[in-house]
């Protein structure tokens, strides 16, 4: 510590409260830590708050909402501490006190440190950097990100965007379903393949590919096209389903095997310049057959194949599905109950009202969701 700095300390430390180990360890004040993340990694007080004092101004008021909280504040040794009580001070909080001597002090006392247990390594805090800064995300949330599984329907044009920033976020299992091989054709849209892929699988290009963007993240590639003998065992022990299926025969079985697991299900879905986005929860909210009773008559609804598909629309889609995805692991509100609809030609969006129908098949009154059949939906979809 320079001079100058130690009596800028001691000059503000004049007008700060302080207190000693002793008493601050019978305080029923509020602990607030203000070092910084790979500090706390090392031990904390118990039931400290982490805010380090760098972002005090934007996360206090969400942390301690209550100026007139009694708090006791404490960094390393007790310098950045009186700062940070100054700054609460001027926030407007009034009962606050700086630990003399900081965490130091405290360990020399013998007194109890929490150290944090699953905690991130030096290179996940150095990659998940600015996740960690965010108060909805946080060292909690990563960890719950590391630990999510997500399932993949599709690594198409929605399955390549979702799955590349669902593994830049640190997902820790991405499941991905996907019978097809990478063809020249998709790679106007379908991002997370490439040119000298072309004729492989397209689960095992995506692997490729998230092998590379981030080694913390496991891939479990399938490559087979869900049906209603093997879909209900695939999809199990998933916390989200992402369905960027092509077609109605999947999106229908999706839904049916989510309500039957339990699992939310990020839908989305791409045509020309418009995409379509909701997330069916479960629990009271709509269901993909809420939405969509029946499939349209064969031959009404082309496919992107034949219709075409602006390349741009299913990175947008695949994007929101994404942090919907990430959103639903961290247990932040979604877009559940909602049906937004994006127009790339005239950039607007749209957002629609959506509702449990109590008549649905698959959802409605009286159904039961535990043991609900699941039918061939390729037949149903034809018509037969």
């Not at 000298?196 to 087979?224: C, F, M, W, Y």
């Not at 639903?328 to 957002?351: F, Q």
Request: aromatic residues 4%; neutral net charge.
């Amino acid at each position: 510590m320079t001079s100058s700095f130690a009596d800028h300390v001691a000059q503000i430390r004049a007008g700060v409260r302080e207190i000693a180990v002793a008493e601050a360890a019978s305080s029923t004040a509020i602990r607030l830590d203000v070092r910084e993340p790979d500090e706390t990694a090392a031990g904390h007080l118990v039931d400290a708050q982490l805010v380090p004092r760098g972002f005090l101004e934007q996360r206090i008021q969400a942390a301690v909402p209550d100026p007139a909280t009694p708090l006791v504040v404490y960094c390393a040794s007790g310098n950045r501490s009186v700062l940070a009580a100054r700054t609460l001070a001027e926030l407007g909080y009034t009962d606050v006190r700086s630990l003399a001597g900081g965490i130091a002090a405290w360990r020399a006392a013998g007194l109890p440190v929490a150290t944090p247990t699953g905690g991130l390594t030096v290179a996940q805090r150095a990659r998940y950097a600015r996740h960690l800064m965010l108060p909805e995300v946080g060292e909690a949330g990563q960890r719950k990100l590391l630990a999510a599984r997500i399932a993949l329907i599709g690594a198409g044009g929605l399955g390549s965007p979702a799955a590349l920033y669902l593994a830049a976020a640190g997902v820790g299992r991405l499941s991905i379903f996907d019978d097809d091989v990478v063809d020249v054709s998709n790679l106007q849209r379908q991002v997370i393949h490439t040119s000298e892929r072309v004729g492989q699988p397209k689960v095992d290009s995506a692997a490729r590919t998230i092998a590379a963007l981030n080694p913390d993240v496991a891939v479990a590639a399938h490559r087979t096209r869900l049906s209603s003998t093997d879909a209900l065992t695939a999809l199990a022990g998933h916390d989200v389903i992402v369905d960027g299926s092509d077609n109605f025969a999947t999106r229908y079985l999706v839904n049916d095997v989510a309500l039957r697991l339990g699992i939310p299900v990020v839908h989305a879905s791409v045509w020309r310049f418009e995409g379509q986005l909701s997330v069916f929860g479960g629990a009271g909210q709509p269901c993909y057959r809420c939405l969509y009773p029946e499939p349209p008559p064969p031959g009404t609804s082309p496919s992107c194949a034949d219709a075409g598909v602006l390349g741009v629309l299913p990175g947008v889609m695949g994007v929101l599905q994404a942090t919907e995805a990430l959103k639903l692991v961290l247990g932040l509100p979604t877009v559940a109950g909602r049906l937004l609809v994006y127009d790339a030609l005239r950039t607007k969006v749209r957002e629609l009202a959506l509702r449990a129908d109590p008549h649905c098949p698959t959802c409605g009154d009286g159904v039961e969701r535990a043991t609900l059949p699941l039918i061939d939906y390729r037949a149903f979809c034809r018509g037969t």
